[in-house]
């Protein structure tokens, strides 16, 4: 199961979100761009997108909210991703 603390989402885990995805939502919070993000991940605009889109379709939830003109920003899911991430290096560097 993947558990969220602080929501009531639950989902059956399928293995889609992995260390290999984290950069890109952590590159798409740095730089508020996902060509940018994809860039800098080594990856091409259509696999970021492809890669994002397979996130949010485990996830059943956008991960990224995309205007055109306006940039992207993390929507509170992908926040509270990059966050449990964060926790997670720090539990393990103090145990």
């Not at 730089?31 to 997108?49: D, E, F, P, Q, V």
């Not at 996830?59 to 509170?76: E, I, T, W, Y």
């Amino acid at each position: 199961m993947v558990y969220i603390p602080h929501s009531n989402y639950q989902k059956p885990f399928q293995g889609g979100f992995s260390k290999r995805q984290q950069p890109l939502l952590n590159e798409v919070q740095k730089h508020g761009n996902l060509r940018i993000a994809a860039s800098r991940c080594g990856y091409s605009y259509r696999k970021a997108w492809d890669r994002l889109k397979q996130m949010e379709t485990l996830f059943d939830a956008k991960l990224v909210n995309m205007q055109r003109g306006k940039g992207s920003q993390l929507s509170p899911l992908g926040q509270k991703l990059l966050e449990i991430e964060h926790e997670n290096k720090l539990f393990l560097t103090m145990h």
